[in-house]
């Protein structure tokens, strides 16, 4: 099996910074693209970063404040947030395409989410 554990959420004030991580471990054979989506309440889940062999790409609403890198030595992918706003906050759910040892084709695996809120 393939788990994603996320990390990192937490309450800041606006202005504020917070990483987030996101390790990818069990049977893995190959990680292709990693990255991050948000739901905020009452919204529908948008995508935040993704970070793929061609590049990384942002939403509009966090280019410049938001950036998201990768340790592929650890199976692992981060997303450095910084000044934040209230409009951040929401459910943060990472994910990675996934091939596992012994199958023909990679899925997509979620994290279980981690909250950030922003909030004076």
């Known amino acids: 099996q393939v788990q994603l554990v996320e990390s990192g959420g937490a309450l800041v004030q606006p202005g504020g910074s917070l990483r987030l991580s996101c390790a990818a471990s069990?049977?893995?054979?190959?990680?292709?693209?990693m990255g991050w989506h948000r739901q905020a309440p009452g919204k529908q889940r948008e995508l935040v970063a993704r970070?793929?062999?061609?590049?990384?790409t942002y939403v509009d609403s966090v280019k410049g404040r938001f950036s998201i890198s990768r340790d592929t030595a650890k199976n692992t992918v981060y997303l450095q947030m910084n000044s934040l706003k209230p409009e951040d906050t929401a459910v943060y759910y990472c994910?990675?395409?996934?091939?596992?040892?012994?199958?023909?084709?990679?899925?997509?695996?979620w994290g279980q989410g981690t909250q950030v809120t922003v909030s004076s």
């Open positions: 970070s793929t062999s061609g590049g990384d």
């Open positions: 994910y990675g395409d996934i091939r596992r040892i012994g199958a023909l084709q990679e899925y997509r695996y």
């Open positions: 069990g049977r893995i054979f190959s990680i292709n693209a």
